[in-house]
């Protein structure tokens, strides 16, 4: 999810499971977001996939193999229960929270194998785009707004979040809540805190979860959520739960999982505000570049005034310099060859939520289509297609060769590969974009 997991979990509100390309737009819980890394910065990616470590040896034996590997996990798992309890009531939850929590628990192998088989393929940013700001999408975020107007409005006044912010959050999280996920959360985090790949992260979620029960917010057989412990409405996880979520009618509870989203809704608006944002005011606009621009420049530590920019020759669709929204800088996600846009503070507070620009952009550019804004003008190189993670590896290993050090082989195209790609790429005459594109690796082959 974010550029080093203890930054990244503690600061994001939710993990990711893995969808398919398969998916149909729309019915994903929440689309991919695990695009090809096209931009700046180090690759956020959401699942973690980049330190996932390969499939253990046991679980790729023969069936009857891991039918055995599981029973023996599961007498294991109910061990290591027992001694979590322990370590669970030295932290301040309750032997009766634990027992009731804790009933009927056992190994979630589905659990298990979800965390295992995240996609090796990812998507490029505009089909990612395309399910993420479908006209589906935006027409049930229409209605949302329309439906929900009151409590919206309400909400938006006190946290000074634009409601279709906080909307396209939900839009993109649980589509408007209609797939909040019904995994028991205790079980699913037990399960993966056991198995043990970062298994530090998912006990803290896990006593954090018995918290919010011990609180009385829920009990533990309505707390259910995604298999990797994200819940509610805007997929909250456990330790976000505790520090953003509100209570916005004063009922005592602050109930993110109930069929009524008004909590949930106000605990997005509400940690969006804990982190600076700046209403009426927006994450990015698309821009154009003049011929001859300077490509070192479209880079995450470049930043000046619109004005700046202007004078540079960047402007707005309608050709005049951007209004002054700050100090910003220039984002392009798919390279020279796609949209560019001038993005702003707010989008460093979507990236609080979840930091994969493909995510940001899709609930910035939602939110742009919820008040009525145009789609993006640009078109993107449809020809294409995201690199796999193998493709990833081997042009890391290729620019290395050619003498452009990655500085390591990981299948993440992070800080050091774009500025290797770009020193490659001035090599070779080609345009400095630092775009991890397929036509890249194969000039390298
Ligand atoms: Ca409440």
């Known amino acids: 999810m974010i550029a080093s997991w203890g930054k990244a979990f503690a600061l994001a509100m939710m993990l990711v499971p893995a969808v398919t390309l398969a998916n149909a737009p729309d019915r994903s819980i929440r689309p991919e977001a695990r695009v090809v890394q096209p931009s700046y910065e180090p690759v956020r990616f959401l699942g973690g996939s980049s330190l996932r470590p390969q499939l253990r040896p046991d679980l790729v034996a023969s069936r ?141 979620q896990l006593i954090a979860a018995l918290k919010i029960i011990q609180n009385g917010d829920t009990d533990a057989r309505n707390m259910t959520g995604s298999w990797a412990g994200a819940m509610g409405h805007t997929q909250f996880i456990p330790t976000s739960y505790l ?100 993005i702003f503070k707010n989008f460093e507070v979507i990236e609080r939520y979840n930091s994969a620009d493909a995510y940001v952009i899709g609930v910035g550019h939602l939110s742009d289509r919820l008040k009525g804004r145009p789609a993006i003008q640009a078109s993107w190189p449809t020809d294409d297609r995201a690199l796999t993670r193998a493709e990833r590896r081997e042009l890391q290993e290729r620019l290395t060769r050619a003498g452009f050090s990655t500085q390591g082989v990981d299948g993440r195209i992070g800080p050091n590969t774009i500025s290797a790609i770009r020193a490659f790429q001035r090599s070779k005459g080609l345009v400095p974009d630092g775009y991890a594109s397929l036509e890249l690796l194969q000039q390298l082959r």
Do not use: C
């Open 243 to 342: 520090a953003y979520a509100v209570d916005f009618r004063g009922d005592g509870k602050r109930d993110i999982w109930s069929e009524d989203p008004t909590d949930a809704l106000a605990s997005t608006a509400a940690y969006l505000a804990n982190f600076g944002w700046q209403k009426d005011r927006p994450w990015g606009v698309e821009v154009k570049l003049p011929r001859g621009f300077n490509y070192a420049q479209a880079n995450r530590r470049t930043k000046k005034s619109p004005a700046q920019w202007g004078r540079l020759g960047v402007v707005g669709l309608d050709g005049k310099p951007v209004p002054n929204y700050g100090q910003a800088s220039i984002l392009l996600p798919a390279g020279a060859q796609g949209a560019a846009f001038m």
């Open 64 to 204: 009857q193999d891991q039918q055995v590997q599981l029973s023996t996990s599961n007498r294991a798992f109910q061990r290591w229960i027992d001694q979590f309890k322990r370590r669970a009531r030295g932290q301040g939850i309750s032997q009766s929270t634990l027992d009731a929590a804790f009933q009927g628990v056992s190994y979630n192998t589905d659990v298990i194998s979800r965390d295992r088989n995240q996609a090796e393929f990812t998507k490029t940013i505009w089909q990612y785009l395309e399910t993420a700001v479908s006209q589906t999408r935006i027409r049930n975020g229409r209605e949302a707004l329309r439906k929900h107007a009151r409590v919206l409005d309400q909400i938006e006044a006190r946290y000074g979040v634009d409601k279709e912010v906080v909307v396209a959050v939900w839009g993109l999280e649980s589509a408007y809540g209609s797939f909040r996920g019904d995994t028991p959360i205790i079980e699913a985090l037990a399960t993966l805190a056991f198995d043990g790949r970062r298994g530090a992260f998912f006990e803290e």
